[in-house]
């Protein structure tokens, strides 16, 4: 092999030398004719560059490759195959060397082997003993890993490490490429840090050897480095290549140490050599002087003034004490490190007192010390001189430097502060009383709103508890409406009055409701399209019994055709209602009300978006007026003029909101000796210029149509409701009396069960498996929305359509329910029509299901995506049957086994399904399977029947020809059409 690029020659013995080049491993061995160099190993390992070898104490030879890892080659005079072991990085193996590339390999004091990479140090943890071998076994050998990985200050700077170094107190000297050298305490873990900032000439270091007096010699790519580590305090001497070193520039590990003492550094210009006590220090002390002072990058000379009134008067370096003004503090100091041996390398050291803790060296070529705004205040500058031999000056120069507070910080202005203080400490507690006043005021404030937010919050919550009762009112009377001929008609007008009364309390109750939903901001407005003049009408019907109680005439003032205009008619009916109501409290008996609508044009020029015309509808009610003082509060929450007043007073200002949620406008005007008018004003936009917005998922009840004789009249009935005692209807429902109620009406014509709660009713749907399932939402141990979503997550129950029948009307509820599964949702109270016919649409449903399947002739052969859970659980049991529809033995009772249900729940799912038994259903199946093989005409009708699980020939004969409608062998023979 050519040798080049030798990196490492290990000496065994005065006539054995190891060498290290590019192209491999070189054995150098001293003959009698000469010196003879033998290439080492046949393995192509072997052509690696070799960086570095080390013979342990049993002769084994440890080398350092550039791509191959560690090698370890056993004692060559006992391993004469040259048998190695390598050891290489391994991503996978925390314990493996941590890089390929491997730089240095050092023994330790205490045995302990270290070997320097490109990426990191590593401890070679294993037993020694396994070293002394004859190549037959590998050692074991893990590594543990030091890296930097972090910057916490207690690992590896750099990972790269040129150079393993153990010093006298056997700490561990690690030579990096860019980290300066780092220190390892052993015991501990930990490294501390030499750098260029410690005095070092450079980052790179290549390599560190101790002389006989064990100081130490660093080789860098920056010169040469002493580190006196014996004296009292180790500094760094560095030299160059004007001190005669080859050059400035070293190579990694080329050092040596000879037996007498004597040290060698290669370089790039060869090497240099020289005794370490040869070398004498110049014992010479440099001189240390101040120079020039520096304001803001300008020199001061001594007589020039600084400010106005502040002069040096002498030299710097005469001067002891410098008075510098506040705006003056960002100054330099100049100081002179007198030493002429090698004036580039002399240094000055400096501390300021009264800001610094901690001595600073810089080089004396950079002749300033600089400062950058420093505090006023009084601080002392101690400096002294460094040779370029580390010889420091003797004499310490201290410079005291008091810098002035600024204007505002002097006595008089202090005083002044002082008066000032106390003047705004009288004023502070004198606006700390008015603000405790206004505190109390405020404390006041709140009270009442809280107590006002308490009277909302326990209105609502009797609003609330109130449906159900009102449900159970509503509910039976609009039965007995339904069912009025069974009735004395002289009865018929009491009933038509209770059932307008109860509807106004259920109003009522709703205001309540909505205004607790306006004080959280979480009332909507649902804007559409309706004629205003017949919302009026409506709403005045309701108020019949009120004049005829008292004697009071309501007259309207509308316009004969109808008015459609863009609003939330709901919204604009408690509007209405609330108008009327306070009307007839506050008129006399045998006076009149009067209740006008106008259209009114915008005085205002109308801008884009504006309406153009305003609808102004006036409630005039003869009477007494209002105190001006009652005017500007009559809208107020919870203000009545007296506390004999009827109503809870929150009636007009819930009307006031609402008017402007619709962007108009409401006020109260008094006529003196006449009476007191109410007028709304809302924006008008022709109907044909509207474009309505309603918001998804928005549910509009409808409305029951009254005209002016009171007479409520009912759109469509039960009548077409046809009695089935075979649906089964699950009723779970907390109140006893509404459920009772629901299964008295319910029970005509279905067959009713009934649950007391959601838990009850779970376990109840799970047994009957019933056809329909009506639940309230607010129940114990199980609510509505839980019990629903487990119906619909469990196969036995997921078909059953379910009615949600609750008190909670708000839109986020009748979302929470439709998601939970539910198919309807009617909120109390209700319409027993509107419940009749949601059951009976629902049932119409399950008749259509029960007609897709059987079109299809109940297979799933659709897209797996989107299936319902009823299709999974009919393509399981197909799929069952195609498996098994060969065994005559196959029957309900092993299907419902595989299914893991039992037969009766079996039974009721799939009648429920498809609206056949499971006996059936598997007959079916039998049959379709069979038509399937008759139009293939490979098989006799035996043999299909046969296949088809059918053991009797005559009854697949019989069964065939009652299901299609002719015989197995006809639709063979002829393929008659079959529907």
Request: with cysteine; net charge negative.
């Amino acid at each position: 092999k050519t040798i080049s690029g030798v990196w490492d020659i290990t000496r065994q013995t005065d006539s054995l030398f190891w060498v290290g080049h590019n192209s491999g491993l070189l054995k150098l061995e001293k003959e009698k004719s000469g010196w003879k160099t033998t290439p080492v190993g046949n393995d192509v390992i072997f052509d690696d560059t070799f960086r570095k070898i080390l013979i342990d104490k049993y002769d084994n030879l440890w080398c350092g490759t550039m791509k191959n890892g560690l090698l370890f080659i056993p004692n060559p005079s006992k391993n004469q195959t040259l048998e190695y072991y390598q050891y290489k990085f391994d991503k996978n193996i925390n314990s493996s060397l941590s890089d390929n590339v491997v730089i240095d390999i050092k023994i330790d004091s205490q045995q302990h082997l270290w070997v320097g990479t490109g990426n990191g140090l590593n401890l070679a943890i294993g037993n020694t003993n396994d070293w002394e071998n004859r190549g037959t076994d590998r050692p074991n050998i893990e590594f543990k890993r030091y890296m930097g990985r972090s910057n916490s200050g207690k690992n590896l700077n750099n990972n790269e490490i040129n150079c393993i170094f153990e010093n006298s107190d056997q700490t561990l000297w690690v030579a990096t490429q860019g980290g300066g050298i780092n220190k390892l305490n052993v015991e501990t873990g930990e490294f501390t840090y030499f750098t260029k900032d410690d005095g070092l000439p450079g980052n790179d270091i290549l390599g560190i050897v101790a002389d006989k007096n064990n100081n130490l010699w660093i080789s860098t790519e920056k010169g040469l480095a002493f580190y006196n580590q014996e004296s009292e305090s180790p500094t760094f001497t560095n030299y160059s290549s004007s001190d005669g070193l080859q050059s400035d520039v070293f190579l990694i590990n080329a050092l040596h140490k000879s037996d007498k003492g004597r040290l060698f550094f290669g370089g790039e210009n060869g090497f240099t050599s020289f005794s370490p006590e040869k070398i004498v220090l110049n014992s010479i002390k440099p001189n240390t002087i101040f120079t020039h002072l520096k304001i803001y990058n300008q020199i001061i000379n001594t007589g020039d003034t600084i400010g106005k009134k502040f002069i040096l008067h002498h030299t710097l370096n005469e001067t002891s004490n410098l008075l510098l003004p506040f705006r003056k503090n960002t100054f330099s100091v100049g100081v002179a490190a007198l030493h002429y041996q090698l004036p580039e390398r002399n240094k000055i050291a400096y501390i300021l007192e009264g800001y610094d803790n901690e001595w600073h060296t810089i080089p004396a070529s950079q002749q300033y010390i600089n400062f950058t705004m420093l505090p006023f205040g009084e601080y002392r500058l101690k400096v002294y001189a460094i040779s370029s031999d580390n010889i420091p000056d003797d004499e310490i120069r201290v410079l005291l430097i008091k810098i002035m507070p600024p204007w505002y910080r002097g006595k008089y202005l202090i005083a002044l502060y002082l008066i000032i203080g106390l003047l705004l400490i009288t004023f502070s507690v004198l606006l700390l009383v008015n603000r405790q006043k206004q505190l109390y005021q405020q404390r006041l404030y709140d009270i009442n709103l809280d107590n006002n937010e308490s009277k909302m919050v326990f209105l609502a919550n009797i609003a609330h508890e109130l449906r159900t009762p009102i449900s159970l009112i509503v509910s039976p009377i609009e039965d007995m409406i339904i069912n009025k001929s069974e009735l004395d008609s002289k009865w018929h007008n009491h009933i038509y009055l209770m059932h307008r009364n109860a509807n106004y309390i259920m109003k009522l109750i709703n205001q309540i409701i909505d205004f607790r939903k306006l004080d959280a901001g979480k009332l909507k407005l649902n804007m559409h399209n309706d004629d205003i003049v017949r919302l009026i009408n409506d709403v005045s019907v309701n108020f019949k019994a009120f004049e005829t109680r008292d004697n009071i005439k309501l007259i309207l003032q509308l316009p004969s055709d109808p008015l459609i205009v863009y609003i939330d008619s709901q919204m604009i009916e408690e509007v209405l209602y609330n108008l009327l109501s306070n009307a007839f409290k506050h008129t006399p008996k045998e006076h009149n009300i009067y209740l006008s609508l106008s259209v009114d044009a915008n005085n205002n020029a109308p801008q884009e978006g504006q309406a153009d015309h305003f609808l102004k509808i006036t409630v005039f009610n003869e009477g007494e007026t209002i105190p001006e003082a009652d005017q500007d509060r009559i809208f107020e929450r919870f203000f009545k003029a007296s506390e004999s007043a009827e109503g809870a007073g929150i009636g007009l200002s819930f009307a006031k909101s609402l008017v402007e949620m619709h962007q108009g406008k409401i006020w109260v005007e008094c006529a003196e000796g006449r009476g007191v008018m109410f007028h709304v004003l809302l924006p008008y936009v022709k109907a044909d210029t509207i474009e309505t917005d309603v918001q998804d998922g928005e549910i509009f009840k409808e409305k029951k149509l009254l005209d002016r004789t009171g007479i409520m009249r009912y759109d469509g009935g039960t009548d077409n409701i046809l009695p089935d005692k075979l649906t089964k209807i699950l009723i779970v429902e907390d109140n006893e009396d509404l459920r009772k109620f629901l299964v008295d009406i319910l029970s005509r014509a279905y067959t009713c069960y009934e649950a007391q709660n959601g838990d009850v009713g779970l376990k109840l749907a799970l047994e009957i498996v019933p056809d329909i399932i009506i639940t309230d939402v607010i129940m114990p141990k199980l609510d509505g929305y839980e019990l629903v979503q487990k119906l619909k997550e469990e196969i036995r129950t997921c078909h059953i359509p379910v009615i949600m029948l609750t008190a909670k009307n708000a839109n986020e509820h009748i979302v929470s329910g439709y998601k939970s599964g539910a198919d309807a949702y009617i909120t109390k109270p209700f319409d027993t029509n509107v419940l009749l016919s949601h059951i009976a649409r629902l049932i119409k449903n399950r008749e259509l299901i029960h007609q897709k399947y059987k079109q299809q002739n109940f297979m799933v052969e659709i897209s797996t995506q989107n299936l319902t859970r009823d299709d999974v659980f009919l393509k399981k049991v197909k799929l069952l049957l195609d498996k098994n529809i060969d065994k005559p033995d196959f029957n309900v009772k092993e299907l419902s086994v595989d299914l893991k249900m039992s037969t009766t729940q079996l039974y009721r799912k799939i009648k429920g399904l498809t609206n056949y038994s499971p006996v059936e259903f598997l007959r079916i199946s039998r049959l379709h399977k069979a038509h399937d093989l008759l139009i293939q005409k490979n098989y006799s009708i035996k043999e299909v029947s046969f296949l088809t699980g059918f053991n009797n020939l005559s009854y697949f004969v019989k069964c065939f020809r009652e299901y299609f409608g002719v015989t197995p062998a006809s639709f063979r023979d002829k393929m008659w059409p079959i529907e």
